[in-house]
């Protein structure tokens, strides 16, 4: 059980730092026009928070005009800061990446924030000095730092240090079009959504976090990076604790009850742990299976409950395993321990495949190389793709109800397609339960397949490939 | 028109999901109608290769999406 918690606490550590480098997926190829913050949470009944349409949305803008609902809100800048239409594409980026508050239902709490910048070194503060409101956009800057849709974003150019009130209204995206120099002409290169601050008059750009997708996703370097204690941060926490204390438990009852027959919980685990030691340690990893069980049994138990924790509704739809860096730290370590332990005939098999002639080997080692990095980026995209389209679509048909109903104008319309969307919630609630089950089971039983293959011994015949 | 092909890259790789799952439904059928009292090892086999190749679908899809 001791190793079972250092592997624990060692992955989950390393996932924290790389969260660290989470990126935003608050941008996407169509403009932000439409950009409406019906926050539903994850609540799945049609439990509003006076949410429908903009009638009950109490909104002062000191720095627009008064907002009527149907019309989008400018402000003094010119930036739209309050979208009249409702947008589902964008209320599903913002619920599917990670936020430096933690909102649950109604409830908000603020996090600790721990940046560094170029400027002014490492800060550590919690993110309720901007003062947020329900959609995460915050009232204060601080340190030049602001608070927007839940991300913190660090402002460009001249503004004064310490605490500031920029008030509502004063933080807006624009969609811009980047410009590449092609053939000496200004081409377009798709769109970037910037982060304009409204501020006495100046308009200022603000930063996102750095991430470190070299600008793949859109992310890149830029002047602060984030590593603060952020929802997935405190969810990975959380689950944790909450598996370790399972665990720990279990382990104090087999104690108790030595020979005696497994009762409760433990009966419970002890099903599942026995189906990872028998259908997927000894068969994929032979005789060495003891060896790396703990880790089959970490990987498989952190994925499960973090999948599980994203799943459930009221504590906030935290998607943790949906987050690129997460599953990248998992792939890091199923990369690590497989490559750790590959004994020589792995890499020779890589390198200079036995029994294959000379000129095969030369198209062969480059793709098995490639593989050496491919095989655990896929097991890093798999479980972010199918962990995030699942929440995406949980937070797609609840946006039904929204767009049937027209945003509150068509009451038909919002009883037919909350009764249709329920329904339709529950039946993929079904699914993506599975679905967590399905891919934590799936990226354990392809690492241990991959360690099997690193730590096989020779049993080939000579002339046999 | 960005968007519209984003759409299509993502249409086509259902398509291929598609055929695979159904190709693996299809002769786990046909296998559990040969040995019924296999069913379990063959649905859980079933399952698993199903997850396989949803991965590499939605990998599809994901990136289709976020690439520009």
Redesign the interface.
């Known amino acids: 059980m001791k190793k079972l918690l250092t592997a624990f606490l060692l992955t989950f550590s390393l996932a924290y730092l790389a969260s660290a480098q989470q990126h935003d997926?608050d941008h996407?190829?169509?403009t932000h026009d439409s950009h409406n913050h019906d926050h539903d949470g994850h609540d799945h009944d049609t439990h509003a928070h006076g949410e429908e349409g903009h009638a009950a949305h109490d909104h002062a803008h000191s720095g627009g005009h008064a907002h009527t609902p149907g019309e989008d809100a400018i402000n003094s800048c010119g930036v739209v800061t309050h979208h009249g239409e409702f947008d589902p594409g964008a209320l599903a980026f913002h619920h599917i990446s990670d936020q430096n508050v933690y909102n649950i239902g109604p409830l908000q709490l603020p996090l600790p924030c721990i940046l560094h910048s170029k400027e002014s070194g490492i800060e550590f503060f919690s993110s309720g000095k901007f003062h947020p409101d329900y959609h995460g956009t915050g009232t204060f800057a601080y340190n030049k730092y602001v608070l927007f849709e839940g991300l913190v974003r660090r402002i460009q150019g001249d503004f004064p240090s310490g605490l500031v009130e920029i008030g509502h209204g004063a933080l807006g995206v624009v969609a811009e079009t980047i410009y590449e120099e092609k053939d000496g002409k200004q081409v377009e290169a798709?769109k970037k959504d910037v982060v304009y601050l409204c501020h006495s008059g100046a308009k200022l750009a603000c930063d996102n976090k750095s991430t470190l997708d070299f600008g793949?996703?859109?992310g890149g370097l830029t002047s602060f990076t984030d590593f603060s204690i952020t929802k997935n941060v405190v969810s990975m926490f959380i689950v944790l604790f909450l598996m370790s204390w399972l665990f720990l438990s279990i382990a104090k009852k087999y104690k108790e009850r030595e020979g005696m027959a497994p009762k409760g919980a433990q009966g419970l685990l002890e099903t599942v742990i026995v189906f990872i030691q028998d259908e997927v340690a000894k068969p994929f990893l032979g005789h060495k299976w003891e060896k790396f069980l703990p880790f089959l049994l970490v990987i498989f138990f952190f994925i499960l409950g973090l999948n599980l924790w994203g799943q459930v509704p009221f504590l906030g739809g935290s998607n943790v395993t949906g987050s690129l860096s997460v599953t990248f730290v998992l792939a890091i370590m199923a990369f690590l321990v497989t490559n750790l332990n590959g004994n020589k005939h792995y890499w020779e098999h890589v390198f200079w495949m036995p029994g294959v002639p000379a000129w095969i080997k030369t198209i062969l080692t480059p793709v098995e190389f490639l593989g050496v990095f491919i095989k655990p980026l896929?097991l890093m995209?798999?479980l972010?793709?199918?962990i995030?389209?699942g929440h995406m679509v949980m937070v797609i048909f609840v946006s039904l109800i929204f767009v049937f109903s027209k945003s509150g104008e068509s009451v038909i319309g919002g009883y037919g397609s909350s009764i249709a969307s329920g329904l339709l919630t529950v039946f993929m609630m079904a699914i993506e339960l599975l679905v967590a089950f399905?891919?934590a089971?799936?990226f354990t039983?392809l690492t241990a397949s991959y360690i099997g293959a690193a730590t096989e011994e020779h049993h080939h015949a000579e002339e046999h490939h | 028109m960005?968007?519209s092909v984003?759409a299509l890259g993502m249409g086509l790789a259902v398509i291929g999901a598609g055929i695979g799952i159904g190709m693996i439904g299809s002769r786990a059928m046909e296998a559990i109608a040969r040995q019924p009292e296999a069913v379990g090892d063959i649905r859980g086999n079933m399952?698993?290769t199903a997850?396989?190749i949803?991965?590499?679908a939605?990998?599809a899809?994901?990136?289709s999406?976020?690439?520009?």
């Open positions: 997926h996407g190829t169509e798709g793949v996703f859109g896929t995209l798999r972010f793709a199918n995030t389209a399905i891919q089971f799936v039983i | 960005g968007g984003a399952i698993l997850a396989l949803e991965g590499a939605l990998i899809i994901v990136f999406y976020l690439v520009r």
